[in-house]
């Protein structure tokens, strides 16, 4: 059986959306708080990741941050298993609190310190 290049490329591309997939769902069950960030938990590259690693430093959380400026998979990928283009996403006990605006809009209102306590 002859294989076109169409059909192996789709097939490479499959294994690696798979691949991708199950890699964020192991990062996102490291904690029951992860953050993907541009940088790091103690030095976040621009002002939306620096504002969610406050907020929750602030709260005394304990989260992992993903640094997606080191993992351009990991950007990739949690931007694909979210659907949500943009960098930050929050997320709890492996769901999505949302990008920083949809973050911030919660903390402000209190719903996600409801969401800790449920």
Do not use: W
């Amino acid at each position: 059986m002859m294989l076109s290049m169409q059909n192996i490329q789709r097939n490479l591309f499959r294994c690696y959306n798979i691949n991708a997939q199950e890699r964020i769902c192991s990062m996102l069950n490291r904690s029951k708080i992860v953050i993907f960030i541009y940088g790091t938990e103690r030095n976040p590259l621009c002002e939306k990741s620096r504002e969610v690693v406050d907020i929750l430093k602030g709260l005394q959380l304990k989260f992992e941050a993903i640094n997606v400026t080191k993992d351009y998979n990991a950007e990739a990928g949690v931007k694909e298993y979210s659907s949500c283009p943009n960098i930050p996403q929050v997320y709890y006990k492996s769901n999505l609190i949302g990008d920083h605006e949809a973050f911030l809009q919660k903390y402000q209102t209190g719903e996600f310190q409801k969401i800790l306590t449920s």
